[in-house]
Protein backbone atom coordinates (compact mmCIF):
# COMPACT_ATOMS: atom_id res chain seq x y z
CA UNK A 1 0.00 0.00 0.00
CA UNK A 2 2.95 2.46 0.70
CA UNK A 3 4.75 1.78 -2.36
CA UNK A 4 0.89 1.99 -4.37
CA UNK A 5 0.72 5.74 -2.75
CA UNK A 6 4.12 6.68 -3.36
CA UNK A 7 3.55 5.86 -6.90
CA UNK A 8 0.29 8.14 -6.65
CA UNK A 9 2.26 10.88 -5.04
CA UNK A 10 5.28 10.60 -7.97
CA UNK A 11 2.12 10.38 -11.17
CA UNK A 12 0.75 13.71 -9.00
CA UNK A 13 3.95 15.47 -9.97
CA UNK A 14 4.83 13.71 -13.11
CA UNK A 15 2.79 14.42 -16.50
CA UNK A 16 3.78 15.76 -19.95
CA UNK A 17 3.32 19.83 -19.86
CA UNK A 18 2.08 19.00 -23.22
CA UNK A 19 -0.99 16.71 -21.95
CA UNK A 20 -1.81 19.76 -19.69
CA UNK A 21 -5.52 20.87 -21.16
CA UNK A 22 -5.10 24.63 -22.38
CA UNK A 23 -8.03 26.43 -20.83
CA UNK A 24 -8.82 29.98 -21.53
CA UNK A 25 -9.35 31.58 -18.18
CA UNK A 26 -12.32 33.68 -18.10
CA UNK A 27 -13.77 35.96 -15.54
CA UNK A 28 -16.23 33.25 -14.06
CA UNK A 29 -16.15 31.75 -10.78
CA UNK A 30 -14.54 28.39 -10.70
CA UNK A 31 -16.97 25.60 -8.78
CA UNK A 32 -16.51 22.51 -7.15
CA UNK A 33 -19.42 20.53 -6.52
CA UNK A 34 -18.82 16.46 -4.49
CA UNK A 35 -21.80 14.49 -4.23
CA UNK A 36 -22.17 11.12 -2.27
CA UNK A 37 -18.39 10.07 -2.25
CA UNK A 38 -17.41 6.97 -0.79
CA UNK A 39 -13.99 5.55 -0.85
CA UNK A 40 -12.74 2.68 1.29
CA UNK A 41 -9.64 0.27 0.98
CA UNK A 42 -9.89 -3.39 2.37
CA UNK A 43 -11.72 -2.89 4.87
CA UNK A 44 -11.20 0.38 5.76
CA UNK A 45 -13.97 3.37 4.90
CA UNK A 46 -12.19 6.21 4.56
CA UNK A 47 -15.54 8.18 3.94
CA UNK A 48 -19.00 8.13 2.78
CA UNK A 49 -21.92 10.38 1.45
CA UNK A 50 -19.20 13.20 1.40
CA UNK A 51 -21.41 15.90 -0.27
CA UNK A 52 -19.90 20.06 -0.40
CA UNK A 53 -19.16 22.82 -2.73
CA UNK A 54 -16.68 25.07 -2.88
CA UNK A 55 -15.98 28.19 -4.94
CA UNK A 56 -13.43 30.33 -3.29
CA UNK A 57 -11.56 30.75 0.02
CA UNK A 58 -9.58 28.48 1.54
CA UNK A 59 -10.96 24.30 2.16
CA UNK A 60 -8.68 22.68 4.32
CA UNK A 61 -8.68 18.89 4.82
CA UNK A 62 -7.48 17.85 8.02
CA UNK A 63 -7.42 14.21 9.25
CA UNK A 64 -5.03 11.61 11.70
CA UNK A 65 -2.47 9.74 8.78
CA UNK A 66 -4.19 7.15 7.27
CA UNK A 67 -7.69 8.90 7.44
CA UNK A 68 -7.91 9.38 3.76
CA UNK A 69 -6.59 12.99 3.40
CA UNK A 70 -4.40 11.92 0.07
CA UNK A 71 -6.62 9.76 -1.34
CA UNK A 72 -9.33 12.45 -1.23
CA UNK A 73 -7.15 15.24 -3.00
CA UNK A 74 -6.06 12.35 -5.27
CA UNK A 75 -9.94 12.07 -5.83
CA UNK A 76 -11.10 15.63 -6.54
CA UNK A 77 -7.58 16.15 -8.81
CA UNK A 78 -9.26 13.36 -10.66
CA UNK A 79 -6.05 11.18 -10.36
CA UNK A 80 -8.37 8.34 -8.53
CA UNK A 81 -11.95 7.07 -9.13
CA UNK A 82 -14.16 7.00 -5.77
CA UNK A 83 -16.13 4.04 -5.38
CA UNK A 84 -19.13 6.21 -5.22
CA UNK A 85 -19.84 9.52 -5.82
CA UNK A 86 -19.03 12.32 -8.33
CA UNK A 87 -16.56 15.57 -8.36
CA UNK A 88 -17.45 17.75 -10.52
CA UNK A 89 -16.11 21.44 -11.82
CA UNK A 90 -18.79 23.69 -13.40
CA UNK A 91 -15.84 24.41 -16.23
CA UNK A 92 -13.14 23.10 -17.64
CA UNK A 93 -9.98 24.04 -15.15
CA UNK A 94 -6.24 24.44 -14.80
CA UNK A 95 -4.59 22.46 -11.39
CA UNK A 96 -1.54 24.65 -9.64
CA UNK A 97 0.12 21.59 -7.15
CA UNK A 98 2.42 22.22 -4.76
CA UNK A 99 3.30 19.12 -2.76
CA UNK A 100 5.54 17.36 -0.87
CA UNK A 101 7.62 15.44 -3.59
CA UNK A 102 9.87 17.67 -5.44
CA UNK A 103 8.29 18.71 -9.02
CA UNK A 104 11.07 20.98 -10.22
CA UNK A 105 14.71 19.68 -11.59
CA UNK A 106 16.84 19.83 -8.65
CA UNK A 107 19.96 19.72 -11.39
CA UNK A 108 18.64 23.33 -12.29
CA UNK A 109 17.92 26.67 -10.62
CA UNK A 110 13.90 27.83 -10.14
CA UNK A 111 14.73 30.41 -13.50
CA UNK A 112 16.03 27.46 -15.36
CA UNK A 113 13.09 25.44 -14.52
CA UNK A 114 11.12 28.24 -15.90
CA UNK A 115 12.72 28.18 -18.92
CA UNK A 116 12.73 24.13 -19.24
CA UNK A 117 9.62 24.17 -18.31
CA UNK A 118 8.35 26.53 -20.73
CA UNK A 119 5.47 27.85 -17.73
CA UNK A 120 4.06 31.23 -17.63
CA UNK A 121 4.41 32.89 -14.37
CA UNK A 122 2.47 36.19 -12.69
CA UNK A 123 6.09 38.39 -11.94
CA UNK A 124 3.77 40.42 -9.38
CA UNK A 125 2.66 37.24 -7.41
CA UNK A 126 6.58 35.90 -7.85
CA UNK A 127 7.95 39.59 -6.90
CA UNK A 128 5.85 39.10 -3.50
CA UNK A 129 6.42 35.86 -2.88
CA UNK A 130 9.90 36.18 -3.23
CA UNK A 131 10.06 39.21 -0.76
CA UNK A 132 7.32 37.18 1.64
CA UNK A 133 9.45 33.96 1.80
CA UNK A 134 13.05 35.71 2.00
CA UNK A 135 14.02 34.42 -1.76
CA UNK A 136 16.18 36.23 -3.08
CA UNK A 137 16.81 36.50 -7.13
CA UNK A 138 20.49 34.84 -5.68
CA UNK A 139 18.87 32.04 -4.43
CA UNK A 140 16.61 31.65 -7.89
CA UNK A 141 19.60 31.12 -9.48
CA UNK A 142 21.60 28.57 -7.37
CA UNK A 143 20.84 24.60 -8.47
CA UNK A 144 17.89 23.61 -6.29
CA UNK A 145 20.44 20.77 -4.97
CA UNK A 146 22.19 22.84 -3.64
CA UNK A 147 19.35 24.97 -1.40
CA UNK A 148 18.56 23.72 2.04
CA UNK A 149 14.89 21.88 2.63
CA UNK A 150 13.31 24.87 3.65
CA UNK A 151 14.45 26.65 0.55
CA UNK A 152 13.46 23.98 -1.92
CA UNK A 153 10.00 24.76 -0.33
CA UNK A 154 9.88 28.24 -1.02
CA UNK A 155 11.36 27.95 -5.02
CA UNK A 156 8.30 24.78 -5.05
CA UNK A 157 5.43 26.97 -3.14
CA UNK A 158 6.94 30.29 -5.25
CA UNK A 159 7.10 28.29 -8.97
CA UNK A 160 3.24 27.05 -8.05
CA UNK A 161 1.73 29.87 -7.11
CA UNK A 162 2.91 32.46 -9.34
CA UNK A 163 1.41 30.26 -12.43
CA UNK A 164 -1.87 31.30 -14.03
CA UNK A 165 -4.32 28.54 -12.64
CA UNK A 166 -7.75 28.49 -11.59
CA UNK A 167 -7.66 26.14 -8.34
CA UNK A 168 -4.58 25.59 -6.43
CA UNK A 169 -3.91 22.59 -4.39
CA UNK A 170 -1.10 22.53 -1.18
CA UNK A 171 0.18 19.97 0.77
CA UNK A 172 1.74 20.67 3.99
CA UNK A 173 2.42 24.01 2.67
CA UNK A 174 4.24 25.20 5.56
CA UNK A 175 6.25 21.94 6.47
CA UNK A 176 10.25 22.64 6.46
CA UNK A 177 9.38 26.75 6.47
CA UNK A 178 10.90 28.21 9.51
CA UNK A 179 8.47 30.63 11.73
CA UNK A 180 8.78 34.33 10.06
CA UNK A 181 8.19 32.20 6.77
CA UNK A 182 5.24 30.35 7.86
CA UNK A 183 3.61 33.72 9.23
CA UNK A 184 4.36 35.43 5.78
CA UNK A 185 3.14 32.72 4.04
CA UNK A 186 -0.07 32.16 6.05
CA UNK A 187 -0.55 36.04 5.38
CA UNK A 188 -0.11 35.46 1.80
CA UNK A 189 -2.45 32.93 1.24
CA UNK A 190 -5.22 34.52 3.22
CA UNK A 191 -5.08 37.51 0.83
CA UNK A 192 -4.38 35.61 -2.71
CA UNK A 193 -7.81 32.93 -1.45
CA UNK A 194 -9.38 36.19 -1.84
CA UNK A 195 -8.86 36.25 -5.72
CA UNK A 196 -7.77 32.22 -6.00
CA UNK A 197 -9.43 28.90 -4.55
CA UNK A 198 -7.28 26.92 -2.54
CA UNK A 199 -7.44 23.42 -1.27
CA UNK A 200 -5.07 22.92 1.71
CA UNK A 201 -3.89 19.76 3.55
CA UNK A 202 -1.84 20.63 6.71
CA UNK A 203 -1.25 19.68 9.75
CA UNK A 204 -0.11 23.00 11.26
CA UNK A 205 -1.68 25.16 13.78
CA UNK A 206 -2.03 28.44 11.92
CA UNK A 207 -4.08 31.79 11.29
CA UNK A 208 -5.50 31.03 8.12
CA UNK A 209 -8.86 32.05 7.60
CA UNK A 210 -10.14 29.15 6.59
CA UNK A 211 -13.72 29.00 4.13
CA UNK A 212 -14.68 25.27 4.80
CA UNK A 213 -13.32 22.34 6.46
CA UNK A 214 -13.64 18.89 6.25
CA UNK A 215 -12.35 16.45 8.95
CA UNK A 216 -11.64 12.67 7.86
CA UNK A 217 -12.41 9.92 8.30
CA UNK A 218 -15.85 11.17 7.50
CA UNK A 219 -19.20 9.60 8.00
CA UNK A 220 -22.50 11.22 7.52
CA UNK A 221 -24.45 8.57 9.77
CA UNK A 222 -22.67 10.29 12.56
CA UNK A 223 -23.54 13.71 11.71
CA UNK A 224 -19.63 14.95 10.94
CA UNK A 225 -19.84 17.70 8.50
CA UNK A 226 -17.38 20.51 6.97
CA UNK A 227 -17.10 23.37 9.51
CA UNK A 228 -16.87 27.04 8.40
CA UNK A 229 -14.38 29.56 10.36
CA UNK A 230 -12.86 32.35 9.88
CA UNK A 231 -9.49 31.34 11.27
CA UNK A 232 -8.71 26.81 12.00
CA UNK A 233 -6.80 25.83 15.13
CA UNK A 234 -4.80 23.15 14.96
CA UNK A 235 -3.06 21.09 17.80
CA UNK A 236 -0.99 18.70 15.92
CA UNK A 237 2.58 19.02 16.24
CA UNK A 238 4.65 20.15 13.41
CA UNK A 239 4.77 17.36 10.99
CA UNK A 240 8.39 16.81 9.15
CA UNK A 241 8.14 16.96 5.01
CA UNK A 242 7.88 13.80 2.56
CA UNK A 243 11.59 13.62 1.43
CA UNK A 244 11.02 11.71 -2.07
CA UNK A 245 12.61 8.80 -2.45
CA UNK A 246 11.98 9.57 -6.11
CA UNK A 247 14.74 12.94 -6.36
CA UNK A 248 17.26 10.98 -9.29
CA UNK A 249 14.14 8.83 -10.53
CA UNK A 250 12.08 12.43 -10.48
CA UNK A 251 15.10 14.28 -12.65
CA UNK A 252 15.30 11.50 -15.15
CA UNK A 253 11.58 11.57 -15.98
CA UNK A 254 11.35 15.39 -15.98
CA UNK A 255 14.70 15.22 -18.43
CA UNK A 256 12.14 13.32 -20.60
CA UNK A 257 9.38 16.08 -20.72
CA UNK A 258 7.19 14.47 -17.35
CA UNK A 259 6.64 17.60 -15.24
CA UNK A 260 3.84 18.35 -13.58
CA UNK A 261 -0.01 16.41 -13.25
CA UNK A 262 -2.36 19.74 -13.27
Known amino acids: ???????LWYIESSIPEKHIQKVIRSEEEMKLIVKSLKKSYSRKELFQNLSFSFSNGILQIEGKSGSGKTTLRFILRKILVPDEGTVNYE???QYGFAGQ???LFSTLSYQENKKKRKTTHDEDIENVLFKSLDFSKTDSNKKLFELSGGERKKAELIFALS????IYFLDEPFSSLDQESKTNLTNFLNEFSKRHPLIIVTHESTQLNITKKISLPFKRDNKQTYEESNSLQNKRKDCLPRESAFLVIGDYFRSKGIYSFI
Do not use: E, R, V
Not at 1 to 7: A, E, M
Not at 163 to 166: A, G, I, Y
Open 91 to 93: SAI
Open 101 to 103: TPS
Open 163 to 166: QKKD
Open 1 to 7: FFFYLSF
